[in-house]
T-cell receptor, first 109, second 121 residues
Framework: SYDLTQPPSVSVSPGQTARITCSGDTLPEHYAHWYQQRPGQAPILVIY???ERPSGIPERFSGSSSGTTVTLTISGVQAEDEADYYC????????????FGGGTKLTVL | QVTLRESGPALVQPTQTLTLTCTFSGFSLKTSGMCVSWIRQPPGKALEWLAL???????FYSTSLKSRLTISMDTSKNQVVLTVTNMDPVDTATYFC?????????????WGQGTVISVSS
C-alpha cells in the first residue's frame, strides 16, 4: 500500500482533458509534486509545489490542490503524453521522509 | 548543465552488498538546500524512495529499509554512494539518483538515467 493513493489508470482521447488525482493525509500539510515517466526513461518533473510548472513543461500541464487531494490536469492531451504519472510528497509526521504514489498509467486512445 | 549518472554492478548475488555510485555535475552538494536521493523501481512497479543526503550531510532513510541502507557523499569527487546490504531477488530494480533543492522546487528536478540491478544466483 502507499501513503498516496492514485487511480491505476486513466484513459482519454486526443484533445480531451485528463485529470489524475492523488490523495493522502499528508497533502494538506505538505506540497505535492508530479512526475511523468515514459517507458524505459527516467521520471521528469512536470508540476512542483502543487501548482508550479518547471520551465520547459508545456502549459497544458497544470496542478491543483484541495484538502487531502491534489490533481494533475493535462488539457488538450496529445499522444506524447501517454506515460505513467507519479505524485510525490513527504511523510505526514516528518517532512524529511519522501513518499510516492502508486502511479497512474495515462492511455491516449 | 546539471547531470547525474548512476553506476553499479549489473548483477548481484543474493546476500551480497550492493554499492551504487551517483556521480553528478553542474551543482555543489555543499550548497545550502542541495540534496541527493536514491529511488528505485522494480520492473513494472512504482517508484520507491530509499534515502536522502543533504548539504549538511544529514541522512534520511526509508523506514522499511533503514537497517540495510547507508548513504554517504564525497564532495571532492561529486559523488553520492548508497550501499544496500543483504541483497535479495526482490531488490531487483532500476536504481535512480535524483537532485532536490529544498530552497527551490523542493522536488526531484533532475534525475539520472538509472542503473538496472538484478539479484540472482
Amino acid at each position: 500500500s502507499y501513503d498516496l493513493t492514485q487511480p491505476p489508470s486513466v484513459s482519454v482521447s486526443p484533445g480531451q482533458t485528463a485529470r489524475i488525482t492523488c490523495s493522502g493525509d499528508t497533502l494538506p500539510e505538505h506540497y505535492a509534486h508530479w512526475y511523468q515517466q515514459r517507458p524505459g526513461q527516467a521520471p521528469i518533473l512536470v508540476i512542483y509545489k502543487d501548482t508550479e510548472r518547471p520551465s520547459g513543461i508545456p502549459e497544458r500541464f497544470s496542478g491543483s490542490s484541495s484538502g487531502t487531494t491534489v490533481t494533475l490536469t493535462i488539457s488538450g492531451v496529445q499522444a506524447e503524453d501517454e506515460a505513467d504519472y507519479y505524485c510525490q510528497s513527504t511523510d505526514i509526521n516528518d517532512s524529511h521522509y519522501v513518499v510516492f504514489g502508486g502511479g497512474t498509467k495515462l492511455t491516449v486512445l | 548543465q546539471v547531470t547525474l549518472r548512476e553506476s553499479g554492478p549489473a548483477l548481484v548475488q543474493p546476500t551480497q552488498t550492493l554499492t551504487l555510485t551517483c556521480t553528478f555535475s553542474g551543482f555543489s552538494l555543499k550548497t545550502s538546500g542541495m540534496c541527493v536521493s536514491w529511488i528505485r523501481q522494480p520492473p513494472g512497479k512504482a517508484l520507491e524512495w530509499l534515502a536522502l543526503i543533504d548539504w549538511d550531510e544529514d541522512k534520511f532513510y526509508s523506514t522499511s529499509l533503514k537497517s540495510r541502507l547507508t548513504i554517504s557523499m564525497d564532495t571532492s569527487k561529486n559523488q553520492v554512494v548508497l550501499t544496500v546490504t543483504n541483497m535479495d531477488p526482490v531488490d531487483t530494480a532500476t536504481y535512480f539518483c535524483a537532485r532536490m533543492t529544498t530552497n527551490g522546487p523542493a522536488a526531484f528536478d533532475i534525475w539520472g538515467q538509472g542503473t538496472v540491478i538484478s539479484v540472482s544466483s
